[in-house]
């Protein structure tokens, strides 16, 4: 049984940075792609990040470039994304997900996700 957990996620002021993990269980973490995604209240499920097996190639949005970074631990079997410069619009639950295959950008191509995380940014 597969199990992805997220945590790291909280209240914080804007400009404030913040670190979230995700530990993969049930699965073979160096064989899996890893994503983060996030959902603000009212809006769709968004692509965040994401970072090939190995963490050779990774991917961002647009709106997280330069203020992101995802990485990787595959003894630990844990992603993170590393987040700094925090605004309020970066609000959301953010999602860690796994799949078999390509780096993607696309929510359908992931096979497993996480309960999710909640993140605030009070401006």
């Known amino acids: 049984q597969v199990q992805l957990a997220e945590s790291g996620g909280g209240l914080v002021q804007a400009g404030a940075s913040l670190r979230l993990s995700c530990v993969a269980s049930?699965?073979?973490?160096?064989?899996?792609?890893m994503a983060w995604f996030r959902q603000a209240p009212g809006k769709e499920r968004e692509f965040v990040a994401a970072i090939s097996r190995f963490g050779s190639s990774t991917l961002y949005t647009d709106s997280v470039k330069g203020r992101g970074t995802i990485s990787r631990d595959n003894a630990k079997n844990t992603v993170y994304l590393q987040m700094n410069s925090l605004k309020p619009e970066d609000t959301a639950v953010y999602y860690c997900a796994a799949r078999v295959g390509s780096v993607s950008t696309e929510i359908s191509d992931y096979d497993y996700w996480g309960q999710g995380t909640q993140v605030t940014v009070s401006s």
């Open positions: 049930g699965l073979t973490f160096s064989r899996t792609v």
